[in-house]
T-cell receptor, first 112, second 112 residues
Framework: QKEVEQDPGPLSVPEGAIVSLNCTYSNSAFQYFMWYRQYSRKGPELLMYTYSSGNKEDGRFTAQVDKSSKYISLFIRDSQPSDSATYLC????????????FGTGTRLQVTL | IAGITQAPTSQILAAGRRMTLRCTQD?????MYWYRQDLGLGLRLIHYSNTAGTTGKGEVPDGYSVSRANTDDFPLTLASAVPSQTSVYFC???????????FGPGTRLLVL
């Protein structure tokens, strides 16, 4: 079993929809949680970074961490075609980049 | 500011050949990383360097070597390529091992 599980999708939604992307994990030591967005044939870029449990909001994006359930989510409100990308979750116990564990990514398609 | 550049963009390589993937950053970041990204497996760390002159092994280091002679450059060498090294390779950097990583555009490598 992988340490981090992420549904690969693809997930197709109409423009304006609320999108929920999720990851589950098994390592209870994870404390640092990140979401990356990766456009086709590009490198990943950091979207959200949270420490421990709780919510963090940045514009249309909200990251949520539930450590008791070992479950993290990324919500996208008012989704746009430009949000079409692969979304990767990543997490670590130490906050050190060399110890990051990535999910496999969920491909999102926002249609007009 | 270019950020991170990688070369080549793509390459087809015969098995058994030696290949060096180049990575250069102009952000004066101390830490640099090499990842490979494979379908269904996500991003996996190959090698990292927390500062010039030091390197460390990641999750999948076998068959790869790195050097960090200066701050800006972090080349990845495949001494004798094998088909299982067919992948997309991403270089990344961060100001410190605890800070946000910035990814390059990637090198697509096909080993035949």
């Amino acid at each position: 079993q992988k340490e981090v599980e992420q549904d690969p999708g693809p997930l197709s939604v109409p423009e304006g929809a609320i999108v929920s992307l999720n990851c589950t994990y098994s390592n209870s030591a994870f404390q640092y949680f990140m979401w990356y967005r990766q456009y086709s044939r590009k490198g990943p870029e950091l979207l959200m970074y949270t420490y421990s449990s709780g919510n963090k909001e940045d514009g249309r994006f909200t990251a949520q961490v539930d450590k008791s359930s070992k479950y993290i989510s990324l919500f996208i409100r008012d989704s746009q075609p430009s949000d079409s990308a692969t979304y990767l979750c990543a997490m670590s116990a130490s906050g050190t980049a060399s110890k990051l564990t990535f999910g496999t990514g969920t491909r999102l398609q926002v249609t007009l | 500011i270019a950020g991170i550049t990688q070369a080549p963009t793509s390459q087809i390589l015969a098995a058994g050949r030696r290949m060096t993937l180049r990575c250069t950053q102009d952000m004066r970041h101390n830490a640099m990383y090499w990842y490979r990204q494979d379908l269904g497996l996500g991003l996996r760390l190959i090698h990292y360097s927390n500062t010039a002159g030091t390197t460390g092994k990641g999750e999948v280091p076998d068959g790869y070597s790195v050097s960090r002679a200066n701050t800006d450059d972090f080349p990845l060498t495949l001494a004798s390529a094998v088909p299982s090294q067919t992948s997309v390779y991403f270089c990344a950097s961060s100001a410190s091992p605890q800070e946000t990583q910035y990814f390059g555009p990637g090198t697509r490598l096909l080993v035949l």
